[in-house]
């Protein structure tokens, strides 16, 4: 009876700003073309325990979309061969995924407090993206300073703790410095991430069987994630 809550319900927008060619292959064989943003809702609202979506968006059209996408009565219905195209694009994504980091920490603490399986995550979602600018600009602006892939000092005590020593957790920090460079954000580039805020935040609530949109400013938003996860900011 626990409702449950989705954030992020498009990875903050990279499945649908950057489809691989072999996933985007995968979605032409749909027999009803879809967008990748309506088949993660259509998903999402197939599960009944699922209550709320929390999705940002940039743009109008993409709040139009979603407002539409959410509004079909039918929103929920999958078929079954939806359903197992959805999970051949699932494959498909884990497929691409250079390294399989579960986030188990067997890794930390870093001696240089290097947040290791967040950089592994965004090396993932770099080369799983085609080198998405976002990802990018995401990494240089959210991890610290003095604390990003070129901060390795190569002690590899990663690999001496971890469960799987074989994982190679110190070999893929290096590939991070070489995807990402070293050093914080420039400053073009730290300016390029106000230029284009998300105004807007839609929160979509399931009400027995139709989907309610609630618009809110983004920036209360950020707000209440700030409060909520201090350490993380």
Known sequence: GLGVVIMEPLKGGRITDAVPPTVQKIWDEAPTRRTPAEWAFKWLANMPEVTVMLSGMNAEAQLQENMKTLSDEHVGDLTQEEKDLIDRVSDEYNRLIKYSCTGCNYCMPCPQ?????????????????????????EYETWIPAGRHASDCIGCKACEEKHLFQDQGC????????CQFGKGAASQNIIGSRWEHPLPIFTVFIRRSSRWDPITIRHNFISKLVRFLSPSFF
Request: proline share 6%.
């Open 170 to 177: 110190y070999r893929l920090i290096l590939c991070c410095v």
């Open 113 to 137: 407090k290097l947040d290791i399986p967040r950089i592994l995550r965004y090396f993932n979602d770099w080369n799983v993206y085609e080198q998405n600018p976002s990802t990018k600009l």
